[in-house]
């Protein structure tokens, strides 16, 4: 019953490059950006004009606009033109990633290959259950043989093909690892080496040495608090849309669907304006 | 026992958030209703703080669901 339910925390490898591990998440996260690279190529190889302007430059143009506006009201005009294409990028790709995740298909598509007993990675319902039978069948010692010829269909694995790579916690870790690197480079361009006067203040007393402690703790903390919001939501978010999908299959997961939607365009846009909120407090100078 | 483990982690995890963004949203509410002309400041601040009393929730969430899948 429980085997069409199939929920993995960790991404799984669907092909092995050398010895490199290409997981279903990182392949998505891929094909997202070859699609969006595509589209960019397609639509800016069509003429772009400025007198008559089409529904989807006009749909675009909305976008970007309402981007730089929101980069304009946090950084002022001369700042946000550094910052732009930053913040820009962050709020495109995850965006499209964490719809790209809704489409139905995604985490659906797969492959399956048979289990080697022994190495069970991915938790399924269904796994737990067959190794508890093979337990006792052990203890008893009889009829293990049996049981696995008369499920060998449980015996096999089921891969995702498909996974949005903000739905992987290796994908969110490194897009907190950017922003928040991003965060000191910003600093260091805008105040000069002044800038880790903020972490390591020696000369003002032992107060501020303190507190220059607190600034490193809570950088480090700021890549974690990131990292787990957008991966938690994400994945939150599908495994909510695989149980309701498996309670009820027909039209009770579509309200859901619509929830998915507002929050992967929401926690794209608290990634993308936190990203610029800290890069901004980091441009600026302390003591005014 | 597992399962009781993972039902306190996300019911008690979540009742810090669920106050926390109630309270969020009435005070957000009360400024635009004050001061409608800054609605639109109000509310890009207010789903930002949002975020982040819900991410609490979200970290109670993936403790629970690595306690349930792992």
């Known amino acids: ?288 | 026992m597992d399962n009781l483990a993972v039902s306190l982690a996300i019911g008690i995890g979540s009742i810090g958030p669920a106050l926390a963004i109630g309270m969020i949203a009435s005070k957000g509410l009360e400024a635009i209703g004050r001061n409608p002309e800054a609605s639109s400041k109000v509310q890009t601040n207010m789903i930002l703080g949002l975020a982040f009393a819900e991410a609490i929730a979200i970290y109670a969430l993936v403790v629970a669901l690595i306690l349930k899948f792992v």
């Not at chain 1, 950084?75 to 990633?97: E, Y």
């Not at chain 1, 390591?200 to 703790?217: A, C, L, M, Q, S």
């Not at chain 1, 787990?228 to 939150?236: D, H, K, T």
Request: aromatic share 12%; net charge negative.
């Open chain 1, 1 to 288: 019953m429980a085997a069409d339910l199939h929920i993995s925390i960790s991404a799984e490898t669907i092909a092995n490059v050398a010895g490199f591990e290409i997981s279903n998440s990182m392949f998505t996260g891929s094909l997202v950006t070859i699609l969006i690279f595509i589209f960019i190529a397609y639509f800016t190889s069509q003429k772009l004009q400025k007198k008559k302007i089409g529904i989807v430059q006009n749909i675009i143009e909305i976008f970007v606009e309402s981007i730089f506006n929101l980069c304009n009201d946090i950084a002022g005009n001369k700042r946000a033109r550094d910052f732009f294409p930053l913040i820009a990028t962050f709020l495109i790709f995850i965006l499209f990633n964490n719809w790209f995740g809704l489409i139905p298909g995604v985490g659906t598509i797969g492959i399956t290959h048979p289990l080697e007993i022994g190495t069970t990675q991915t938790v399924h319902a269904a796994e737990e259950e067959v190794d508890h039978e093979e337990e006792i069948g052990n203890l008893y010692g009889v009829a293990e043989i049996e049981e696995t010829a008369d499920d060998g269909e449980e015996h096999t694995e089921f891969i995702p093909l498909l996974r949005a790579a903000t739905a992987d916690l290796n994908g969110t870790i490194a897009l907190a690892l950017i922003s928040m690197i991003l965060v000191q480079v910003y600093g260091v361009k805008y105040q000069g080496a002044k800038y880790f006067t903020k972490f390591f203040n020696f000369k003002d007393g032992p107060i501020f040495t303190f507190v220059g402690f607190i600034e490193i703790v809570s950088d480090l903390s700021k890549i974690i608090s990131f990292a787990f919001r957008l991966f938690g939501n994400i994945f939150a978010g599908e495994v909510l849309l695989a149980v309701i999908a498996f309670l009820v299959p027909v039209l009770a997961p579509i309200p859901f669907l619509g929830l998915e939607i507002f929050v992967g365009f929401v926690q794209a846009l608290v990634f993308a304006m936190l990203s610029l909120v800290f890069i901004n407090m980091a441009t600026e100078s302390h003591d005014h």
